[in-house]
């Protein structure tokens, strides 16, 4: 009996988790696997947390990149970041699939703190042109490093996306893209190094029903929302996620 109550709460928990986890993401495009690591790290170890967002991230990822205007345009601009993002997990995956991810979660988190603390005091940064070349695949060989090492797929690639100053429908659409290569890879790095369980899969296409009714109910409430307003919330959900992360990585 105490083995199936515990089994339920579990069951619970992860499913809360996960349509707080959409709603975040339906609003501002991003945002389900850092809660869903933050949440779900207090009560399980970083690379259960990490299998279980698998399917949810990924169901949630493709169907941000399918309802965005300019899929094609952005693929072309972007695939330098994209396929350096998944090198990048590929590499990083052996980190978490060994277990000890506190550290490098702490620093992702301060750096998200830093960055939407900056950002929402001084002026947005923008990145000419020019740079694109060369700094889009950096910024996604980082992004991977830095998801393969945490199971987070934010940074660096969401402030180097702002930064380009993409309309709001086309950033959600590029972050879908970005977010659904970095689920893709982490699920190819962490199954090489067998840190992928059958049951945590199961779970985790459980989650999948919760996620999508929140990221529904959230993307009715950015079609109701101005840009400058989202873009306030976006950095103050990303402040706010960091925090969470930074404090969760030290208990």
Excluded at 131 to 155: C, D, I, K, N, Y
Aim: charged share 10%; net charge positive; proline share 6%.
């Amino acid at each position: 009996m105490a083995d199936v109550a515990s089994e339920t709460i579990t069951v619970a928990v992860v499913a809360a988790t996960f349509l707080v986890a959409g709603l975040v993401k339906g609003v501002t495009g991003m945002g389900l696997p850092t809660v869903a690591m933050g949440v779900l790290g207090s009560v399980l170890s970083p690379l259960a947390a990490a299998a279980l967002l698998l399917v949810p991230s990924f169901v949630t990822n493709v169907w941000q990149l399918a309802a965005g205007p300019r899929l094609r345009p952005l693929a072309v601009r972007l695939w330098p970041m994209m396929a350096a993002i998944v090198v990048g997990t590929l590499a990083g995956s052996a980190v978490l699939a060994r277990g000890d991810a506190r550290l490098t979660t702490a620093g992702l988190g301060a750096a998200l703190v830093l960055y939407a603390v900056y950002t929402l005091a001084a002026r947005q940064p923008r990145v000419p042109p020019r740079h694109e070349r060369w700094l889009s695949p950096a910024v996604g060989f980082a992004t991977g490093v830095v998801t393969g090492g945490t199971g987070v797929f934010v940074m660096p690639a969401v402030p180097y996306l702002q930064a380009l100053d993409l309309e709001k429908d086309d950033l959600v659409q590029a972050l879908g893209l970005s977010f659904t290569l970095s689920t893709l890879a982490l699920g190819a790095g962490l199954a090489a190094h067998d840190a992928v369980r059958p049951a945590d899969l199961a779970l985790s296409a459980l989650a999948v029903a919760p996620a999508l009714a929140g990221m529904a109910a959230g993307q009715l409430i950015r079609r109701r929302i101005s840009p400058g307003t989202f873009r306030r919330w976006f950095l103050v959900c990303l402040m706010l996620l960091g925090l969470d992360m930074t404090v969760r990585a030290f208990p």
